[in-house]
């Protein structure tokens, strides 16, 4: 049990360490999209990257969240 809980905050936290990553980097960076990929799917209002920060700020949010969450929860399972 202790493991699964375990298991489960460390995949919430790497997500949210991910997705606050590509938070920063869209919002920092804005066309990465278009350098990385050699495409400009806005044709270059920047729509895109808007929703990308917007996306990546409510998950690293919930995934931060969860992650807590999660973390409390196994340390209350072990000292039972």
């Known amino acids: ?3 699964n809980a375990r298991i489960r905050a460390w995949v919430e936290t790497v997500a949210a360490v991910i997705s606050g ?3 920063i980097v ?3 960076w804005r066309d990465w999209i278009e350098r990385v990929f050699g495409v400009e799917p806005d044709q270059g209002s ?3 990257e808007w929703a990308i ?3 990546t700020l409510c998950a690293t949010v919930v995934f931060s ?3 807590r969450s999660e973390w409390r ?3 209350e399972l ?3």
């Open 26 to 28: 869209t919002l920092v």
């Open 46 to 48: 920047g729509a895109l």
């Open 21 to 23: 990553i590509l938070f």
């Open 65 to 67: 969240l969860l992650a």
């Open 1 to 3: 049990m202790i493991r």
């Open 73 to 75: 929860r196994a340390g």
């Open 53 to 55: 920060v917007a996306v």
């Open 78 to 80: 072990r000292t039972e």
